[in-house]
């Protein structure tokens, strides 16, 4: 038997989503407003901050104003270098780091964990901005995001359902956003837990705020959906755990409506890779039926989605919780609960 062969409950798709890569970062032009950090590691008396002013200078120590916009950072150091080592000879490197772009910026708020201006070389998509405000919190309402346009394009108003993408897998396919976008996520009612407890979600442990830059994403059919902790060796079925299990069912707050059950076969696993994110659809019931499954460890950043089955109806994030699992539900139940799901899928 070839124990090398490719495991069929995993499909590998590279999506087109840009994050910024090293050659990108050294190909940036410096724009006006770009807010800079100058270090002299031979000199650090003269390390300082500056930003370009209207007229694309900088101000620094020893040089007075200097020729800043439309050149690269490392354009930017040997100039530095050429013009300071008049004055001191054992200054040979500059090294810039840009704190903040000026004119490209955007704007969160609503229902992310951290609301606030955030500024990228490399403008983001609508999921990659709401991931770097620490991702949405446990009460948004992912199906009716709104950017407001600014810039050329201010005025403009769209209403995204970022839940639909997660459904079919095309959240490649978000809009990308512009200088001076305003991004709100609503919310909407907080779940119910037993007794009427507001089942909290995971982006609060002990009323503490994770780190962002240290935490994982757990998103769709679980019984708490939020941002959660990373830690070493963490799988992607502890991470499900960690978040209260799938959802067995949900009415989606009406009686009326046909339940909407987990679709353990199509497990999204979206991970960053070295120059752009890659998404696994991850087959859980075939990965369950394997003698010695390869472990599916999860990253920083990471992002795990959980979708409906296709007959029981498109899930909108955030809806009310069913009483078949609660917010209050044990790491010990879900195990079970998971299993018990699991076992369904195997019978079906």
Partial sequence: MNNFRQPLWL??????????????????????GDFLQVTFWQEPTLNT?????????????????????DKTIDELGRFIV??????????????????????????????????????FQNLPNLWEAILEAGGPSPVAQLSRVKIFRGGEASGNIETIDVASAFESGNVKNLPKL?????????????????????????????????????????????????????????DVLQAIIRAGGPVLQQNGGGNNRAPI????????????????????????????????PLPLLVRP???IYIPSRPNYGAFLFANTLGQVITGTVSLLT???????????????
Wanted: overall charge neutral; glycine content about 12%; hydrophobic content about 40%.
């Fill in 178 to 234: 512009g200088p001076g976008d305003y991004v709100s996520v609503p919310s909407v009612a907080p779940a119910m837990g037993a007794g009427g407890a507001i089942a909290e979600g995971g982006g609060l442990q002990g009323g503490a705020l994770i780190d962002p830059q240290n935490a994982i994403y757990v998103f769709g059919l679980v019984v708490q959906p939020g941002m959660y902790p990373y830690e070493k060796d963490l």
């Fill in 334 to 348: 879900s195990y079970f609960v998971l299993n018990t799901l699991l076992g369904q899928n195997n019978n079906n």
């Fill in 261 to 292: 059950e987990p679709d353990l076969t199509r497990v999204r696993l979206i991970s960053r890779g070295a120059d752009a994110p890659v998404v696994y659809v991850i087959n859980i019931k075939d990965y369950t039926k394997q003698a010695a």
């Fill in 49 to 69: 901050q500056a930003r370009i002013d209207t007229e694309g200078k900088i101000d620094l120590p020893l040089i007075g104003r200097i020729e800043a916009v």
């Fill in 301 to 303: 950043g990471d992002t």
């Fill in 82 to 119: 050429e013009k300071i080592s008049v004055y001191n000879k054992k200054i040979s490197q500059a090294n810039i780091t840009v704190i903040e772009y000026g004119n490209r910026a955007i704007f969160i708020a609503g229902a992310v964990v951290r609301p606030g201006k955030y500024t």
């Fill in 11 to 32: 499909l590998l798709f590279v999506s087109v989503i840009g994050f910024t890569s090293r050659a990108q970062a050294q190909d940036y032009k410096l724009e006006r």
